[in-house]
């Protein structure tokens, strides 16, 4: 589950990332993140990672109030979720097998426990024939899969997806997107940044979009888009920063 209540975020700068942000994400929903460059969608992210906090307002994620959240407890509350990156972020000294595996060392896990966890989600995205490769040997699809192997091998009920298509080709573009829809349908809770409306028209899954640091539209809840438009107004008289 995810909640959002009243955030806003601005930075030292003045800018002002995110305002006003009221959201709900139930627990195993699928939902895109679109908008524009600027539009907030990267402090959005970096909010529910619990790398940035909130100026004002409350953020809520897998049950972990994250303001309130000490140090300590920050590591314990990121093994709830599983990140797939544009820019991959493989080892390139390790094996896609060892890639995968050392997100479950990290935590402790028996060398059984890797050893058979690992295989599962090699075969699961059609990875089984490449787990002695290295990464600068795969294409930019498999490279992008060996990332949702690394997402998925802790079992998370969270799988965050920050631009996954964003340097692979229109079919394995579509191919990602297949494979987090079926992960969802599992029960997985997914949400996915992207710029590619053509990908969102393709699935149906619930697409919120941001502008301007506000969420202007949410096919998933209703919004009050008078009240939206009067504080727009109200941002531009004030002469707010937009980012």
Do not use: C
């Not at 909010?47 to 407890?73: D, W, Y």
């Not at 409306?197 to 009050?224: A, C, K, M, N």
Request: avoid cysteine; charge should be neutral.
């Amino acid at each position: 589950m995810i909640e959002f209540q009243n955030v806003y975020k601005i930075y030292e700068s003045g800018s002002h990332a995110l305002r006003d942000v009221n959201l709900h994400i139930d627990d195993g929903e699928f939902a895109f993140i679109v908008g524009a460059s600027g539009a907030g969608k990267s402090t959005f992210l970096k909010l529910i990672m619990r790398e940035e906090l909130p100026t004002s307002g409350e953020v809520t994620v897998n049950n972990f109030r994250l303001s309130r959240l000490k140090r300590k407890q920050v590591p314990y509350f990121r093994r709830t979720m599983g990140i797939v990156f544009q820019d991959f972020r493989l080892i390139d000294t390790m094996t896609v097998y060892e890639n995968v595996a050392f997100s479950m060392r990290v935590v402790g896990k028996t060398k059984r426990e890797i050893n058979r966890r690992v295989h599962h989600v090699l075969q699961l995205l059609d990875l089984q024939g490449k787990s002695n490769r290295y990464p600068p040997s795969l294409s930019g699809g498999e490279q992008q899969r060996v990332g949702l192997a690394r997402a998925l091998v802790n079992n998370p009920s969270l799988i965050i997806a920050d631009e996954p298509t964003g340097n692979v080709d229109p079919q394995m573009s579509h191919d990602i997107v297949d494979m987090l829809s079926r992960i969802n349908e599992k029960g997985t809770t997914v949400l996915m940044v992207t710029h590619q409306h053509e990908l969102v028209h393709q699935f149906h899954h619930r697409v919120i979009t941001l502008e301007g640091g506000r969420i202007v539209s949410d096919t998933g809840r209703p919004l009050h888009t008078e009240q939206v438009s009067l504080d727009a107004t109200a941002d531009v008289t004030a002469g707010g920063v937009r980012v």
